[in-house]
Antibody, heavy 122, light 112 residues
Framework: EVQLVESGGGLVQPGRSLRLSCAAS????????MHWVRQAPGKGLEWVSG????????GYADSVKGRFTISRDNAKKSLYLQMNSLRTDDTAFYYC???????????????WGQGILVTVSS | QVVLTQSPSASASLGASVKLTCTLI???????IAWHQQQPEKGPRFLMK???????NKGDGIPDRFSGSSSGAERYLTISSLQSEDAADYYC??????????FGGGTKLTVL
């Protein structure tokens, strides 16, 4: 059974940093691209960032480019999102998601975690 | 830039069928899309991928009541024999090399 478990969320002040983690199990982690998708309370889904199976290529939404960094550790079967210079509009549930494929092309989000809440507020 | 358009809401009676629509913007009508279901207070769940030729590939454990189809720029999700647990938000999603992941605004389905 595929499982994706996010951790590291919480309340943080504007301008500060936070690092999210996602622990994966139930599939061959290093065969697939991985993503972060977020959802502000009461709003729709927004893709945040993605990374290829080996980490050689990454992509970011314009809204987080230059502030967020995605990474992965295949040995630990873990995905990360380093979030710097956080803003109040970054407040959202953050979901870890497994791609159908290994690259960042024709991506479909096949499995989702339960999400972790990040609240940016003073 | 790829845009996906969905009606904000839909409703149908228990036991009936409903067809949800996701429309691709002109110039991108050959894109495949995915349908995702999000029940209240839960994370999203992948339902299926729908190709531009109408073929679809369902996710693990998705009941036969859920099916996908396509016509031109439109991608459809049909749910038959509606059950109370089908009340949820439904999002279509695709990918564009320039902008990355793209989601429609979602359709809130009410089961009467």
């Amino acid at each position: 059974e595929v499982q994706l478990v996010e951790s590291g969320g919480g309340l943080v002040q504007p301008g500060r940093s936070l690092r999210l983690s996602c622990a994966a199990s139930g599939f061959t982690f290093d065969d697939y691209a991985m993503h972060w998708v977020r959802q502000a309370p009461g709003k729709g889904l927004e893709w945040v960032s993605g990374i290829t199976w080996n980490g050689d290529s990454v992509g970011y939404a314009d809204s987080v480019k230059g502030r967020f960094t995605i990474s992965r550790d295949n040995a630990k079967k873990s995905l990360y999102l380093q979030m710097n210079s956080l803003r109040t509009d970054d407040t959202a549930f953050y979901y870890c998601s497994k791609d159908l494929g290994w690259g960042l092309a024709a991506t479909m989000f096949e499995y989702w975690g339960q999400g972790i809440l990040v609240t940016v507020s003073s | 830039q790829v845009v996906l358009t969905q009606s904000p809401s839909a409703s149908a009676s228990l036991g009936a069928s409903v067809k949800l629509t996701c429309t691709l913007i002109s110039g991108h009508i050959n894109y495949a899309i995915a349908w995702h279901q999000q029940q209240p207070e839960k994370g999203p769940r992948f339902l299926m991928k729908v190709n531009n030729d109408g073929t679809h590939n369902k996710g693990d454990g998705i009941p036969d009541r859920f099916s996908g189809s396509s016509s031109g720029a439109e991608r459809y999700l049909t749910i038959s024999s509606l059950q109370s647990e089908d009340a949820a938000d439904y999002y279509c999603q695709t990918w564009n090399t320039d902008v990355g992941g793209v989601f429609g605004g979602g359709t809130k389905l009410t089961v009467l």
